[in-house]
């Protein structure tokens, strides 16, 4: 299994704020990675997809960037809807995907 | 619109089975390959099973291997996992979602499972 670390696993941010998330897989999967935002109580939903695509109705202001190994979410002026938890997700190793641990993104 | 919903969810015994639906509508069914993936309560996503478009393939994650059975109904538009031999541990919220060369594009509300004595 291709093992996917987030960091950091939390933290805290300002409306406004430009945030970034970083995202390791443990082998090289090219640009098989994805980026997921989960509201509390909500399922998660699908932000942007081989890597640096955005998915159809999200807002402009996520990115995403990096191949190979290391990732980057960006958003770039944090809203309050956008308090949430973000994923990370390898699809290179298919038919089974699996997930980075998360990183909560709270109010400062 | 395109939408996902699941049922079935319930409370257990461990050792018991439950089978839970996941309904499709708004879009062709049956050109999607469509997973389970759960999430304990406070933790993090788990890919669960996955199956093929038309049925043919199927993988599951080890720790449910043997004892959950993934399946579809394209006719119905339905998606199935058959959980048997059920653990406190599988205590979960279950969604299903569908897959769109291999990003998972949308998502059911979930279904919450809780196995207990």
């Known amino acids: 299994d291709i093992q996917m670390t987030q960091s950091p696993s939390s933290l805290s941010a300002s409306i406004g704020d430009r945030v970034t998330i970083s995202c390791r897989s443990g082998?090289?999967?090219?640009?098989?990675l994805n980026w997921y935002r989960q509201k509390p109580g909500k399922a998660p939903e699908l932000l942007i997809y081989s890597a640096s695509s955005l998915q159809s109705g999200v807002p402009s202001r996520f990115s995403g960037s990096g191949s190979g190994t290391d990732f980057t979410l960006t958003i770039s002026s944090l809203q309050p809807e956008d308090f949430a938890t973000y994923y990370c997700q390898q699809s290179f190793s298919t038919p089974a995907p699996t997930f980075g641990g998360g990183t909560k993104v709270e109010i400062k | 619109q395109v939408q996902l919903v699941e049922s079935g969810g319930g409370v257990v015994q461990p050792g018991r089975s439950l089978r839970l639906s996941c309904a499709a509508s708004?879009?062709?069914?049956?050109?999607?390959?469509m997973h389970w993936v759960r999430q304990a309560p406070g933790k993090g996503l788990l890919w669960v099973s996955v199956i093929s478009s038309n049925g043919n393939i199927k993988y599951s994650e080890d720790s449910v291997k043997g004892r959950f059975t993934i399946s579809r109904d394209n006719s119905q538009n339905t998606l199935f996992l058959q959980m048997d031999s059920l653990r406190p541990e599988d205590t979960a919220t279950y969604y299903c979602?569908?897959?769109?060369?291999?990003?998972?594009?949308?998502w059911g509300q979930g279904t919450l499972v809780i196995v207990s004595s």
């Open positions: 979602a569908r897959e769109a060369e291999g990003a998972l594009d949308v």
């Open positions: 708004g879009f062709t069914f049956r050109r999607h390959a």
């Open positions: 082998q090289s999967i090219s640009n098989y």
